[in-house]
């Protein structure tokens, strides 16, 4: 099991990261516990996260305006890597951390046939020919330059961090997410140059890759090298959060 976190991104303490502990549960209220929050919509012992049978729990601790998990107000639940905590006016995010996945790992369906590139254009798919039989990733040789699939569009919403509201479209298949540059530039100083890119090679076929990145790149809150992606996932980087959309 790797570690985990939880990352606050709406409230007083928007940005602070508070690790979790699977030997001690985790109190959060506004004048008692391991978390104290500035809130006075909070009670003094509001609820707590604890490690059981294998998985992350939030219990609400008899608070007086309750607990909320995804939109949905709850007494006990257990959470999921991405989910949404509100208490009071503070929302955080669970961010689990496992051990990087091995270096020629890809998902399903990563490398794919000919036919299921057909959009492709020639020369590029003489490249992808060029690059196996070097033994190169072909996803890298791609990416160089992908086209956006036909009838396809896609979008970045910035849903937490210093870029919330902002919106980026995808006009190319391959789009390079950093600090300050790339396709998709964030103002996040957490955030490395070159962080990760989100490859597009069709409406059911769209992948996340982090780039070497410092603080690392996660997938609906679970850290990653790469991922499949789908319509709604979020995708976090330092301590922004974006939501990605897909429509035809």
Excluded at 6 to 14: W, Y
Excluded at 154 to 182: H, P, S, Y
Excluded at 217 to 229: E, F, K, M, P, Q
Excluded at 230 to 239: E, F, I, P
């Amino acid at each position: 099991m790797g570690t985990a976190f939880l990352k606050i991104v709406a409230g007083s303490r928007t940005g602070t990261n508070v690790p979790l502990e699977v030997e001690a549960p985790l109190v959060m209220g506004r004048t008692r516990g391991d978390l104290v929050l500035d809130d006075p919509m909070i009670s003094g012992r509001h609820a707590q996260v604890h490690w059981r049978d294998g998985s992350w729990w939030l219990q609400d601790l008899k608070s007086t305006n309750g607990t909320m998990v995804d939109g949905r107000l709850v007494r006990e639940v257990q959470l999921r890597p991405g989910a949404e905590i509100t208490v009071g006016n503070t929302r955080m995010v669970l961010f689990v951390t496992e051990e990087p996945e091995s270096a020629t790992a890809r998902p399903n369906g990563f490398n794919q046939s000919h036919v299921e590139l057909a959009w492709l254009l020639d020369e590029e798919l003489v490249s992808v020919d060029q690059a196996a039989a070097r033994g190169d990733n072909v996803a890298d040789v791609i990416g160089q330059d992908l086209r956006l699939p036909p009838a396809v569009n896609a979008v970045l919403e910035v849903v937490a961090g210093q870029d919330v509201g902002k919106v980026f479209r995808f006009t190319r298949g391959n789009v390079t997410i950093g600090r300050r540059m790339g396709e998709i530039p964030l103002s996040d100083p957490e955030v490395s140059r070159r962080h990760a890119v989100i490859e597009m090679f069709g409406r059911e076929m769209i992948f996340l890759r982090d780039l070497g990145s410092t603080n690392g790149t996660y997938h609906n809150g679970r850290r990653v090298s790469v991922s499949g992606l789908g319509a709604g996932d979020t995708v976090g980087v330092g301590k922004s959060v974006m939501k990605l959309k897909v429509s035809s």
